[in-house]
């Protein structure tokens, strides 16, 4: 099973910013649509937003669309999500999930690879 390590959680002001990292756990990202996922105390798990292997091209749900970035850099076989603006309706156990598979989905049943999770904290 695949396994993936994030990064980069943290306590964070509204309106703050955080980056997010995603690595493979001995293996590289590089042919791998890329999905992160966040899951905030009595909810569901919500995808985010993700990044296809191939072509790079991106998909956001609604509630974070000009707000956050995903990107990759397959030199180093990374995921990356920069999040601005946050909200305190942001915070929530954000997870990286990887598949090998041309396009990216924000559908977590899509996926076959799991980090174990950074927390993200908007609070003043």
């Known amino acids: 099973q695949l396994q993936l390590v994030e990064s980069g959680g943290g306590l964070v002001q509204p309106g703050g910013s955080l980056r997010l990292s995603c690595a493979g756990s001995g293996f590289r990202l590089d042919d791998y649509a890329i999905g992160w996922f966040r899951q905030a105390p009595g909810k569901e798990r919500e995808g985010v937003s993700c990044?296809?292997?191939?072509?790079?091209?991106?998909n956001y749900a609604d509630s974070v669309k000009g707000r956050f970035t995903i990107s990759r850099d397959n030199a180093k076989g990374t995921g990356y999500l920069q999040m601005n603006s946050l909200k305190p309706e942001d915070a929530a156990v954000y997870y990286c999930?990887?598949?090998?598979?041309?396009?990216?989905?924000?559908?977590?049943?899509?996926?076959?690879?799991w980090g174990q999770g950074t927390q993200v904290t908007v609070s003043s």
């Open positions: 990044i296809s292997a191939v072509d790079g091209s991106t």
């Open positions: 999930a990887a598949v090998l598979t041309f396009r990216c989905s924000l559908y977590d049943t899509d996926y076959m690879g």
